[in-house]
């Protein structure tokens, strides 16, 4: 490609660079501004909804002062009950109301309205037909309005000559429980005070809030000016006065701003595109020439077969037939490498396993020549066997991704053989299993193979557990001089991975190592057994059986298939002796099982198998011994009960004296006695009292006194507050109610 025809591509393609990027550009500011716009409406929607939940908090805890007051106040009850001659009941009353006023701060006005005698109390007090507020409250005097429901806006003024307020009002009439009222209490909120209360939290200049009533008449707004309906982002409505809130950018702001100028975005970006579209068009127009008259060279030549379709005939597409020319020769080519690669790969791996597995039968001519066709060049005649496996591979595996895996799988086979290639020894490593790796390590002529093979098998360890962060275990035997030995050394290697349970993980094992080890006769199946049945009787010495058991297949340097048969043996052992038992041991037994299973399939080492096993008989032992505990002092609570039956009116009948008696821990005969009873001590004791009192009521003339004596009360006061608590009235009013029936 000569310099004039770079020169046209960059000039003609380069303002297609600048319109992308300014579409990113005008991306991001469009993204940024949508992302402006959201957080400014969820913004909004917080503020709106802590306004309107601050408003009601404000609103509901006065009305219910004012309800509670209405129905516990003597100062109140005095009031409507008596006259305007009662000057004392008139203070008391106004200083109920005064202290409503100090206590909530929101508060513009009160007043009381006493029907008796149609008399105001309160700012502008005097009687009703002069009152100034009285086209208000007529309305819920004759019973046309509902009483205890706030009011819209409206003004009011105590005073002819004062200026009017804007607030609303709450009507509660009295007495609460009845239709026939005696007048009526009058709270009126400010709202100007009520509006200071959210202030504090949003900025008028940025934001406006806007309560509305549920006619559509504003309440509280943030000026005079009229926000448009489209400024408005929240609505929300109050589930306790049903105004409704409405919340937005306020007139002139910078969010209201950006969020008028949003679509402006999305109409320069159109804009833009559009721009490089037609840009692009022109382009290809101006260089379609040569690209025509090369797509003419390659359908002339022959390096393009007729058989590949549509795309060598006219008229196809141009840049189509192109690639297809070029994908048809590198296609061809990729195929014919990639398949010889993995023929080779798998042929490899497969002949690997048959030779040193020894499924097939293979003379020492026919390895010899498979080495050659493998490019596989023995350092020495002589060469030992390395199983190399990972540790935890459960933990390996949930760790990394399948394609991790097989990244740090190939790492560990490349240390393998440049740790051996280190020592002018040469390998050939394949993985076998998910996670087990074989290699055979031939020894240069000359050295010491024994501790050579030590040597490499101690430096892969070591490499791996500095490194990664996961380690391997490896089995390490031979010298071996042909095929049969190598096949010999490979099974005695993969064998020792089975004592890695109790010889350890992260290391280098040898035959020699086991060799030394001293092999003893254990009764493991007596161990067992004793460990069995001290779990099933909850005895604290089934840590001893189960240590000594632990000690044992330690000692006797036990492989993992012994262990196993071991841990199976006792998991039958435990469900025969549980199986014996009753339902509820059956059940704890359940659970144990099922765990002890799981662990069985997942330990790795035997201080993990031992560790797991000490948590779950830890666990079991504490629900045996809790179900021994339930079931021996179950049958004790039917004589409690039946005691308590028996001296109810004893006055010092009580948990501890029930304790002294029974030789039960007061704490544990609560306990018990609840669920068995579905009540505490206490409540059985006072209901049976009470029932036996109320007999005496009703079918004897015998004093309170006397009755309270004969149920257990020296004090009358305790037994009339009881009483009145069980059955609502007190022992005098609850003879009188029966005795009128």
Known sequence: MNSSWFRKLLLSYLPVFVVV?????????????????????????????????????????????????????????????????DVYGNIVANQRMDDWKLNYGIIDSV???????????????????????????APYIEQRALAGKWSGKRGYKPYESSDPSDVITLVQGYPQLTSVKSGYI????????????????????????RFSDTQGGILMDDGTDKHEQSSVLTRYVSPYTGWVVESGPASGSLSRIVLNFYSIWVIIALAVVLLGVAWVVHVT?????????????????????????HLGQPGGNEFGFIQGALEHLMEETTRTRQKDKETIILQKKHRFQEAVEGTVSVRETEWQTDLLAFHVNPAGPLAFMLELEIDRYSQFADRYQPQDQSVLKFVV??????????????????????????????????????????AIGGQIVAWVRSNLSFTVTIGVHGMAANLEEIRRSHEIARNLLQYKAVLGMGCLLDAARLDGSEYRAHDYFGTIHALAQAIRLAESGWRRHMDELFEQITDSVSSRK???????????????????????????????????????????????????????????????????????????????????EENYPNPELSLDHLSDKFAIHAKNISKLFKEEAGCNFVDFLIGLRMDKAKQLLISTSKSLQEISAEVGYFNYNSFNRAFKNVAGFSPSDYRKQQADR
């Not at 309800?67 to 008596?82: E, G, H, I, M």
């Not at 007043?111 to 502008?124: A, E, S, T, W």
């Open 562 to 644: 012994e262990i196993e048969s071991f841990m199976q043996f006792l998991h039958q052992q435990l469900n025969r002796v549980f199986l014996e038992l009753s339902k509820d041991y059956r059940n704890v037994w359940k659970d144990i099982g099922a765990e002890l299973l799981e662990l069985l399939a997942a330990w790795e080492s035997l201080a993990d198998l031992q560790q797991g096993c000490t948590l779950i008989f830890e666990a079991a032992t504490v629900k045996l011994l809790v179900l021994k505990d339930s079931q021996r002092t179950r049958a004790v609570i039917g004589d409690i009960r039946a005691y308590i």
């Open 285 to 309: 127009r101006r260089n379609y020439k040569p690209i025509s008259q090369l797509v003419s060279l390659i359908r002339t030549s022959a390096l393009i077969k007729p058989e590949i379709g």
């Open 186 to 209: 009058v709270v009126n909120v400010s709202l100007s005070k009520l509006k200071t209360t959210i202030a504090p939290m949003y900025n008028p200049d940025l934001t406006f809030i």
């Open 111 to 137: 007043y009381l309205i006493r029907l008796k005698d149609h008399f105001v109390l309160g700012d502008g007090s005097g009687l009703l037909s002069d009152f100034q507020d009285q086209s208000f409250i």
């Open 413 to 454: 086979s490349s240390v393998t053989q440049e740790i051996a290639g280190l020592s002018s020894a040469s390998t050939w490593a394949e993985w076998v299993t998910d996670r087990r790796l074989s290699a055979i390590v031939w020894v240069p002529a000359g050295a010491d193979g024994p501790s050579l093979s030590l």
């Open 21 to 85: 990027v300014t579409i990113l550009f005008l991306v991001f500011f469009q993204s940024l501004s949508e992302q402006n716009r959201k957080q400014a409406l969820k913004a909004d929607e917080f503020l709106t909804e802590q306004a309107v939940r601050m408003t009601d908090s404000s609103l509901k805890a006065l009305d219910y002062q004012i309800l509670r007051d209405t129905l516990s106040s003597d100062d109140l009850k005095r009031f409507f009950r008596t006259d305007s001659e």
